[in-house]
């Protein structure tokens, strides 16, 4: 189930974002997400995403 959700997230929502141009932007991210361990960041894996604007 989760390699099928993984592949569903990236062909639904990843593939139609731009990664150009993304620094200093905000993102909302409605998804699953885990984590491995107290040093680590969160590993979303999202179902929606919006990017906003630069300030």
């Known amino acids: 189930f989760g390699k099928a959700f993984n592949a569903y997230a990236g062909e639904t929502v990843l593939s139609k974002l ?3 141009g993304l620094d200093g932007r905000s993102a909302k991210v409605l998804g699953a997400y885990t984590i491995e361990g107290g040093q680590d960041l969160p590993l979303v894996t999202p ?3 919006e ?3 630069k300030p």
Do not use: L, V
């Open 18 to 20: 731009s990664r150009d």
């Open 47 to 49: 179902a929606e995403a």
């Open 51 to 53: 990017i906003e604007p």
